[in-house]
């Protein structure tokens, strides 16, 4: 019996993670699954509400590292993280996506030579100046076991020089969630709560520090959903991040007049909100992928994006800051008929990704013997 250690510690973690663990505690001959939460967030409704709706177990060990700078929340992780792996002893350490908690667990385990399995790997924007560019190259190079969500991330590890028996593609786990969610999401009445039951709206998220963190570009998205907001409610949940930001810029009373400014959502609420919604605007990497699962159209408020294939196959399409173009596009996307034929989702995404990520390690570990 194998016991892994499966880390979460941001967010999008939460909805990759759920499957795996249930996965694990089904098969429970093969493995014996411990969760472990860095604690990088910590609010209710940033990371209880997901455990809640997720139906995921307590958290086995929880770090408490809270926000910090890049260097402090990796380095609190690094050094909070590592006395649990030298008690547990684990056989393999899952991590999920690229967050500053991703790397950290990658990189203790790399010097205690513990096993690290990435799911969501091989993913490239091929822009640096993303903290979550460097979070994917480092803890793929450090990781025995690439999990990868779509051919191009195959790719992209190849051209890196990681050998093929490191990769292996198993799909994206994150729409097993949805999958298995999307029927009871739709009990929640979070569509009447914020009025726009049975009409056509918006969606948006925004969070990116490139998007919110400067006064200038922050205020000319907000200018360009001004204009959006003209045609159609848009509801904004908004990350803490955004909020203090829009406080800090003084934009905060212009988002609220023109925005439905709310707290974050759960996952089932925020599910079932995108899932009815005319458009979704976002600068979210899981949301791309989201979006096209269930055939929703999305405009990327990014100059790129680490999830092509939600481009060439799925809904999304990539907008960048610039007003005149976000106000263009999403009015094109307005003025098309709404989607009646299923939608286009790529191969392996279809719910049973968990098991795959199972097997594969299960293969490796007895390769590796
Ligand atoms: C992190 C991830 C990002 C992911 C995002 C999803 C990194 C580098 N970034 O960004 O990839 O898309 O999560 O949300 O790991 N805060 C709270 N309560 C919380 C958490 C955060 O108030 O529960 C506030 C704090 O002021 C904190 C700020 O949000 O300083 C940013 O949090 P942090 O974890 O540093 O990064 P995110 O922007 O959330």
């Known amino acids: ?35 472990v939460h860095t604690g990088q967030h910590y609010d209710a409704l940033m990371s209880d509400a997901f455990f809640r709706d997720l139906g995921m177990p307590e958290p086995d060990v929880h770090l408490g590292v809270g926000s910090g700078s890049h260097a402090r929340q990796t380095a609190a992780v690094l050094e909070a993280f590592e006395p649990v792996v030298e008690r547990e002893r684990p ?12 790397l950290a667990c990658a990189l203790v385990c790399s010097k205690l030579l513990v096993r690290v399995a990435h799911v969501e790997a091989g993913l490239r924007s091929r822009d640096r100046r993303m903290p979550e560019e460097i979070n994917r190259l480092l803890t793929d190079q450090l990781s025995d076991l690439l999990l990868t969500p779509s ?7 190849l051209a890196e020089g990681i050998p093929a028996e490191r990769i292996r593609l198993v799909g994206n786990v994150m729409i097993d969630s949805l999958l298995k969610q999307l029927e009871r999401a739709a009990s ?20 990116r520090p490139s998007n919110v963190d400067d006064a200038e570009t922050l205020g000319r998205i907000i200018t360009a959903l001004e204009r959006v907001a003209a045609r159609l409610p848009v509801v904004f949940p908004a990350h803490p991040r955004t909020v203090k930001m829009l406080d800090a810029t003084g934009l905060r009373e212009r988002a609220a007049r023109a925005l439905r400014l709310t707290e974050p959502l759960g996952y089932l609420d925020f599910l079932r909100l995108y899932s009815g ?15 096209t699962a269930l055939g929703i159209p999305c405009l990327t408020l990014r100059e790129n994006t680490e999830r092509p294939v939600t481009i060439e196959l799925g809904t999304n399409r990539l907008v960048g800051t610039d007003p005149a173009r976000i106000v263009e596009e999403a009015a094109r996307a307005l003025d098309s008929d709404p989607q009646t034929t299923p939608p286009r989702v790529p191969p392996l995404w279809d719910g049973r990704a ?16």
């Open 1 to 35: 019996m194998l016991k892994v250690i499966n880390v979460v510690g941001a967010r999008p973690n939460f909805m990759k993670v759920a499957p795996v663990v249930e996965a694990m505690r089904r098969r429970a001959r093969e493995f014996r699954p411990l969760v």
């Open 91 to 102: 056989d393999w350490v899952v991590v999920v996506g690229d967050v500053n908690s991703t």
């Open 151 to 157: 051919a191009d991330a195959d790719r992209n590890l």
């Open 188 to 207: 929640s009445r979070v569509r009447e709560e914020l009025g726009v039951a049975g009409r056509d709206y918006a969606v948006l998220t925004l969070h």
């Open 277 to 291: 919604a005319r458009l979704v605007l976002t600068d979210s990497g899981g949301i791309q992928e989201e979006t």
């Open 354 to 369: 968990a098991d795959r990520i199972l097997d594969a390690i299960i293969e490796k570990t007895n390769h590796a013997d």
